[in-house]
């Protein structure tokens, strides 16, 4: 006859306890888990706080090793890791790049104002222009999706505040150009206001030109060409295109 053989009570607690620190030792935080990966020349690695239920994701990116094109063209993979479970990622996908990786070149921010973080990673940069690819976080599908309106905004900066995304093409070191303004309207970019100055200071002028989305078309609501011969005249088309930068200002009453 075999005798049964009871555990005290206290060690099956001990056992547990034990158990469970284990388990607790071997979670590591997104902090911990960025702070492992390999950044050099191929390699990048960054954090995206969805504010989703997922949190805060590990996103790494890694260059493909030869080009695409005679114009050095690279295919850059990313692997989106949720840190609780690490076993695979949840989520990866490629895009072409003429620009390597770098830790200060990744961008985590709501481009699309909705309450969670995405992130961009910029895949040209010209002498006037600086173009992004951007990926949005899908809180219903759990992954991000391309976005395909943002490749068309050059040096893209996002105002949550008034909920307005800012492009900017430089056409000279007087920082005349092109200012674009976009909102969100059903998922879609519309560029509401386009902002065009010109500074010619051997012709002796500048010019403001502004137009407006309206009525599905874009309308000319401002235009004024200034005089550059003093310090105080070619400040004023500077000012007017700041003015105009603020798409709540429709001009003097």
Avoid at 8 to 16: C, G, H, S, T
Avoid at 46 to 67: P, Q, R, W
Avoid at 84 to 96: G, V
Avoid at 168 to 175: E, I, K, L, M, N
Wanted: contains cysteine; charged residues 25%; hydrophobic residues 35%.
């Amino acid at each position: 006859m075999i005798a049964k053989f009871k555990f005290p009570y206290w060690v099956l607690l001990l056992v547990f306890l034990c158990l469970l620190l284990c388990a607790c030792q071997t979670t590591k935080s997104p902090q911990q888990l960025l702070d492992e990966q390999v950044i050099d020349d191929t390699h990048d690695a960054f954090l995206v706080d969805t504010g989703g239920k997922l949190g805060t994701l590990l996103v790494t990116a890694e260059l493909a090793e030869e080009s695409k094109d005679e114009f050095g063209t690279r295919d850059i993979t990313f692997s989106v890791w949720n840190p609780a479970e690490m076993e695979q990622p949840i989520q990866t996908f490629s895009e072409e790049f003429m620009m390597g990786v770098a830790p200060e070149f990744h961008q985590a921010t709501d481009v699309n104002f909705d309450g969670f973080q995405d992130f961009g990673y910029p895949f040209h940069l010209g002498s006037q222009t600086y173009y992004w690819h951007f990926w949005i976080w899908n809180e219903e599908q759990q992954q991000f999706t391309y976005c395909e309106s943002l490749i068309e905004v050059s040096h893209p900066r996002f105002d949550e505040e008034k909920q307005v995304v800012i492009g900017w093409v430089r056409a000279s070191a007087a920082s005349d150009g092109l200012t674009t303004l976009y909102r969100w309207k059903d998922e879609k970019l519309v560029c509401v206001r386009l902002i065009k100055s010109y500074y010619g200071p051997s012709e002796g002028f500048a010019e403001v030109c502004v137009e407006d989305w309206v009525d599905e078309e874009s309308q000319q609501v401002y235009y004024e060409k200034f005089p550059s011969s003093t310090d105080e005249q070619d400040q004023a088309w500077r000012q007017a295109q700041y003015i105009w930068s603020d798409l709540d200002y429709h001009g003097e009453p």
